[in-house]
């Protein structure tokens, strides 16, 4: 049973001022540690050349520096504002609300909230080897877990849901190998992709008359060609196929965990990239394309979105096609030209972290790890390409029965 959207918006409310109490936790340890070295300030400008500061032994608390402390208490904030384990709970519920207030909030601004400001603040996590571990650990378990979830999700707004705490676990990844630019790159591509698939899903709502159930769609492609292209072109970026968008902002932070010496967690990365390919596939298949399994009345009204919500559909596929040349890799020929125009930001990142080592090999330190980086792209396109087949064969072909999956699983 779905939540009321009224628990829905308590819970919303309840989880993030767990993560706000982390978050305020964090800013007073920054704000104490470097008032005590005589440079007290809350300003990103200020604080970043004195930041060193939190490593010093006074400023510790029970041996534990305030760099830790600080980077700590200002996850646990992030973790509640980009939904990371365990505080990812509100994200799913939250889609009783509007479908375009679900593609703004929940899409592209309030969820990068938690990444904005881990960037943002790079001079203090980067001081903290403990903390980046503890954020990339969680960050992959999250890609992973979410992605699971998805899985068997039936109502089409919540596997976008899951989906996006799924894609919020690569940005924290990210951020926690010293990925600082390639995290941020991924919050940009997402925005895209995700908002389309979002309005995508609210434009197939309004057609089917309310309707959020999967399993009473279907056959929708003739009938609705503009929500079919976009939500399609979208989907492929999100599963990160190459061109799209999607693809070069993903295998950066995947390039960088395994660079960094992160092997397991890039693992679990790939494993969430394969699910990711299999779980949006089976939706696309699930909502446009067989026999429409709506009742009589509905199918009689089927029928495209109005222009008003078919045009930003086509604005924003086209920035899900378009916005990935801004990070091309070097392996293909590109300059990472975002992470180029982000330096001056991350310039003092290099200290305490991987970043300078993983910083040495993107640049093509060696032949080798540029061979590397290439090799690692298509396993990870191969790894989409297996999740899109087993969601062919499924939901598409019918050569195998869900059921039997489920069985297997042990689920009932």
Known sequence: HDALPISAANKAFIVNRIGDAGFTLGVFTVFW????????????????????????????????????????????????????????????????????????????????AGVYMMCRMHFVFSLSPTALQIIATTGALTAFFAATIGLAQNDIKKVLAYSTVSQLGYMVLGVGVGAYAAAFFHVLTHAFFKACLFLGSGSVIHAMGGEQDMQKMGGLKEKMPYTYWTFLVSTLALASFPPLSGFFSKDEILWKAFSSGHEVLWSLGLLGAGMTAFYMFRQVYLVFYGENRADHHTQEHLHESPPVMTYPLVVLAGGAVLVGLLGIPHVLGGDLRFEQWLEPVFASAGHGTHAAASEHSAHGGSHGSAALEGGLMVVSVGMALLGFFFARMLYYWKIMSPDMFVSLGGGS
């Not at 470097?34 to 029970?62: K, N």
């Not at 760099?67 to 973790?79: N, Q, R, Y």
């Open 33 to 112: 540690a470097l008032s005590s070295m005589g440079h007290g300030s809350a300003v990103f400008r200020e604080m970043a050349p004195h930041a060193d500061l939190l490593t010093d032994p006074q400023a510790a608390v029970f041996g534990v520096s305030a760099a830790t402390l600080a980077a700590l208490f200002l996850f646990i904030g992030a973790a509640g504002k980009s939904a990371q384990i365990p505080l990812y709970v509100w994200l799913p519920d939250a889609m009783a609300g509007p479908t375009p207030v679900s593609a703004l909030i929940h899409a592209a601004t309030m969820v990068t």
